[in-house]
């Protein structure tokens, strides 16, 4: 999707205009890849702007640089500060938030301890990630033949810049076959994610979804349908998924900060249908949430100050 261009983007502790946010072409992270993200969403809500579990996204963030040996140059609470005030200084009262914290320009080689470390964060509206009709009626998935990360490679629990090489190849993969989203599996030939976000399955009434140790990433909105789900009375499973469980599933659903909350109607030529009562429940509950209608999970939302 085309990035709107804003006015203001944060950039190592101070607002500068949009076009002015640079790095140089021998940055580190340009070439090695060794830089730590998310995504995150400010939602236009009844009760004013507000962001989806910040916290739990920095904490996120700081955890991913940790694995990487890359210490953040900023607490989390200026960096909570700095989410807030460019979301104001660009004027939007719903956008997506991207944070960046990467190994800038000065050293080049693997070994980077030397490299300096560099912060930015970055607003923009964005819309439903597959498209709204694919929110309503579910996606078309295929299992690509592009392998899911393994935990001995890399630091799988980072969400870092590198790690999502393989998910280009995957995504590119399937949608050159007409496909809208990767299904990827592990080492292992077990379910691991999409190539953005997480998978659970509904089979006879219980929800599952694959394991952290299958390879996956600790989605915050994976967290947060697993505890929609509980308040349901729901049963959550976390357990080791087959490709047959997938094709076999009673329902299937995609979840991701730019996805949100998507159902899957098809993988791979098989039929699994249009979004089914859990996945609706779910869905509906989730929107609740963001939009704040909904006082169980009002803590979800952090109001944007000013």
């Not at 989806?52 to 140059?73: D, G, I, N, T």
């Not at 399937?174 to 089979?203: K, P, Q, W």
């Not at 997938?246 to 993988?267: K, N, Q, Y």
Request: hydrophobic share 40%.
């Amino acid at each position: 999707m085309p990035i709107e261009e804003m006015e203001k983007i944060w950039m190592n502790g101070e607002l500068v205009p949009w076009g002015e946010a640079k790095v140089h072409v021998l940055s580190h992270a340009l070439h090695y890849g060794s830089g730590v993200f998310e995504g995150i969403r400010c939602y236009d809500t009844v009760r004013g702007s507000a962001v989806f579990r910040l916290r739990e996204h920095l904490r996120r963030l700081e955890r991913s640089a940790r694995l990487y040996y890359m210490p953040v140059p900023y607490s989390l609470e200026e960096l909570e500060r700095a989410t807030h005030e460019v979301i104001r200084a660009n004027g939007l009262k719903a956008c997506y938030i991207r944070p960046l914290v990467f190994r800038g320009y000065g050293e080049m080689g693997i070994f980077p301890m030397k490299a300096p470390v560099d912060a930015i964060i970055a607003v923009w509206p964005w819309g439903a990630y597959l498209g709204e009709e694919g929110v309503a009626h579910g996606i078309r998935a295929k299992v690509s033949g592009i392998q899911a990360l393994d935990h001995t490679s890399l630091a799988r629990a980072a969400k870092a810049s590198g790690h999502y090489l393989n998910s280009i190849l995957a995504k590119v993969e399937v949608t050159s076959c007409g496909y809208d989203e990767a299904i990827m599996l592990n080492e292992h030939g077990h379910v691991a994610e999409g190539s953005g976000e997480n998978i659970f399955v509904v089979r006879d009434g219980v929800l599952m979804t694959p394991l952290t140790s299958d390879g996956i990433l600790e989605g915050i909105t994976r967290d947060s349908v697993m505890k929609i789900a509980v308040s349901m009375g729901v049963e959550v499973r976390e357990r080791t998924l087959t490709r047959s469980d997938v094709v076999l599933a009673d329902e299937l659903f995609f979840t991701g900060t730019a996805a949100e909350v998507v159902p899957i109607r098809e993988v791979d030529a098989h039929f699994i249908g249009e979004p089914g009562p859990l996945t609706l429940r779910i869905q509906e509950k989730f929107h609740a949430i963001v939009e704040g209608r909904d006082e169980e999970f009002a803590h979800f939302m952090e109001p944007v100050e000013g």
